[in-house]
């Protein structure tokens, strides 16, 4: 028997459609499979407490199997139609991947401010007194589960480093070292004392789109954004805004 321990995290629940779309296709494999529903967060667990904790085992059968399936899929998609519309199907065993893929899509740009989730709460620190990185790249700091700590400098150097800056205060030399540095980068985000421009205030109250001034290619899953296909986020109601 082959024991699948994921929690909620999102970044864990695409390993696990990835996973079981992949082992799909190998049934001596598939057949001996069991997911454990672990419902908290199994990296920061006390590995002594873990054999008390109780943690659901389930069996995976062929219709688990087939919502994995399409859920990896529409993540691979060239756009995030298919992840918008897993929200409105039941998912099975697999009931926290729904929470994922809604903290996935909330990192797509606002229609009103341009920003994803992390990049909104990034501001948002940074306007409450918060001017280190230290205290940004802690563990659980920003309340938001997609972006890992040590991927929380890129999304910096994008509000601080375009045409029309977010935020004054991170070391310049950021934009020029190589990203292998990661001594010399390290050095440069402590140095960094960050603070809100007047347009990144703006920006975080809702009377300016950073995206109107500033350029975007990221990818989404197997969506590529740019400031010309756009896909945004409503958190609010719960909806794509498409380009």
């Known amino acids: ?63 688990d199997f087939e919502i994995a399936s399409l859920a990896w899929e529409a993540y691979r998609a060239p756009t995030p139609k298919l992840c918008s519309g897993l929200l409105d199907r039941p998912l099975g065993k697999l009931s926290f991947l729904k929470p994922a893929m809604e903290d996935l899509l909330a990192e797509l740009p606002s229609p009103t401010t341009g920003l994803g989730a992390t990049e909104a709460r990034l501001l948002e620190l940074i306007a409450s007194g918060h001017n280190r990185t230290d205290a940004l790249f802690r563990p659980g700091a920003l309340k938001t589960r997609v972006f890992d700590p040590w991927e929380l400098g890129a999304l910096l150097e994008g509000l601080a480093f375009g045409p029309t800056p977010a935020i004054a205060g ?51 899953g197997g969506t590529l954004l740019t400031n010309e296909r756009l896909w945004r986020w409503d958190a609010q109601r719960r909806s794509l805004v498409a380009p």
């Open 170 to 220: 991170l070391d310049g030399k950021l934009a020029t070292l190589d990203p292998d540095n990661g001594r010399g980068r390290n050095a440069a985000f402590r140095r960094s004392r960050l603070s809100l421009t007047e347009f990144g205030r703006a920006v975080l109250e809702g009377r300016e789109d950073f995206r109107r001034r500033n350029p975007i290619r990221r990818w989404w």
């Open 1 to 63: 028997m082959i024991e699948l321990w994921f929690d909620p995290e999102p970044n864990s629940q695409l390993q696990l459609i990835w996973i079981l779309d992949y082992l799909r296709s190998e049934p001596s494999i598939a057949s001996s499979l069991r997911l454990r529903r672990v419902d908290f967060d199994l990296r920061g667990a006390d590995p002594t407490e873990l054999r008390h904790r109780d943690v659901r085992e389930l069996d995976i059968e062929e219709g």
